[in-house]
């Protein structure tokens, strides 16, 4: 007996094994995730960055369409309702991130592998969406270092500080949720964890 499938069926099933490419990398905030994620793409051209879309305003040292898609409330409601992102939440209980779903669907059908630097609802999204994903924590050492780059960091104020620290202990709770736990105390072996995980 022969079974016809739909071509949409079909569909289904080839952009479900491209998500096996995909590593979302996750963590509190100041942790270094940005900064791992551009030592990778600086010797891995070939990997995809997804990215994101967020309501927040620009820092002096952020390029739109490079760092993250800076847009308003009004279009990130758009956005919502064309059903344009593969996951999105707001974050620190002020502004709104998301994934946009057709760019990264390019990169994955052209056969790259793609990293997406996430908050930890988004991450929890994709590994309801996506379970054949790879998902990595990026932890502190100690909460305290968590605190010292926050502060170091300087971009917040601190009101906002006070709420991403507050964030921060909740998302440590969940990093067992996660396929791997890379602790970010050395920069370098961090990086290189991370890429043996993403070419393993």
Known sequence: ?????????????????????VTV?????????????????????DIYYSVSATTRSI????????DYHFITDAEFDELIAKDGFLEWAKVHELYRYGTLTAPLLDALRAGKKAILQIDLQGA???????????????????FGELRKRLDDRATESEAEKVL?????????????????????????????????????
């Open 124 to 142: 929890l999204q994709i590994r309801n969406k996506l379970p054949d994903a790879t998902f990595i924590f990026i932890a502190p050492p100690t």
């Open 1 to 21: 007996m022969v079974l016809l499938y739909p071509p949409f069926a079909i569909q289904i099933v080839q952009v479900v094994s491209m998500y096996e490419n």
């Open 59 to 66: 820092r002096p040292s952020e390029i739109d369409g490079k």
């Open 25 to 45: 990398i996750a963590g509190p905030t100041s942790v270094g995730k940005s900064t791992i994620v551009a030592e990778i793409l600086a010797t891995h051209p």
């Open 164 to 200: 991403r620290l507050r964030t921060a202990e909740h998302e440590l709770q969940a990093e067992n949720e996660f396929d791997y736990i890379v602790v970010n105390d050395d920069l370098q072996q961090a990086v290189a964890e991370v890429v043996k995980i993403i070419y393993r």
